[in-house]
């Protein structure tokens, strides 16, 4: 079946380090693959989405490529800031309807 | 603009009661989903809704019943609460349900069972 595999978190940075979350995922067919980020308190908000393979997705100086050689999407940021510090989701969307499958989540701190 | 909107935002129950939770969105979407979130295991999707007067169940169904009141209503029922049913509970909704669309988010209502 499909799946998302997720670094296992938590990741603490200082701020302006280089961020990375490795995501990987099974699935049949093409799927669409996403980023979803979970700041305290609130929902999950859509951060990039690609939809098929060597696309990359950004949106606030992160970005991912979907590599369907190696199965993967990994979230990358040049400099991150304190105002990233969330929880970051990898999402697969397949099968003719918009059901989200979720990796476990990466908890990302990062320290002035 | 409100976006989704759930309610409560956080529950205690006891083994064995019922409650509903509540979601509202206001953006003129044809699909509403629930989702459960548990440590380390990210959401799962318990049902989802692809219009007005259709539902239908997705990865964790058992125990739970949803219903589409209108356009703008998708209210997930537990019928005897369980300690596993503790969880943060999501609703989402989406313009058609399009695999590339973007899901928007409420912000989650925390459920305990005790």
């Known amino acids: 079946g499909n799946s998302v595999t997720q670094m296992e978190g938590p990741v603490t940075l200082s701020e302006e380090a280089f961020l990375t979350i490795n995501c990987t995922y099974t699935a049949t067919g093409y799927p669409s693959l996403f980023w979803y980020v979970q700041y305290p308190g609130e929902g999950l908000q859509l951060l990039l989405k690609a939809t098929k393979a060597d696309d990359k997705g950004s949106n606030k100086g992160f970005e991912a490529t979907y590599r369907k050689e190696t199965t993967s999407f990994h979230l990358e940021k040049g400099s991150v800031q304190v105002s990233d510090s969330a929880v970051y989701f990898c999402a697969l969307s397949a099968g003719g309807y918009n059901k989200l499958i979720f990796g476990a989540g990466t908890r990302l701190a990062v320290h002035p | 603009n409100a976006g989704v909107t759930q309610t409560p ?3 205690v129950l006891k083994t064995g009661q019922s409650m509903t939770l509540q979601c509202a969105q206001d ?3 044809n699909s509403m989903y629930w ?3 548990d440590p ?3 959401l799962r999707l318990i049902y989802y809704s692809a219009s007005e007067g259709t539902t239908d169940k997705g990865e964790v169904p058992n125990g739970y019943n949803v219903s589409r009141l209108n356009k703008r209503e998708f209210s997930l029922r537990l019928e005897s609460a369980a300690p596993s049913q503790t969880s943060v509970y999501f609703c989402a909704s989406s313009g058609s349900g399009g695999v590339d669309e973007k899901l928007f988010f409420g ?3 925390q459920l305990s069972v005790l």
């Open chain 2, 9 to 11: 935002k956080f529950q």
């Open chain 2, 27 to 29: 953006m003129n979407h």
């Open chain 2, 35 to 37: 989702y459960r979130q």
């Open chain 2, 40 to 42: 380390g295991m990210g």
């Open chain 2, 107 to 109: 912000s989650g209502t």
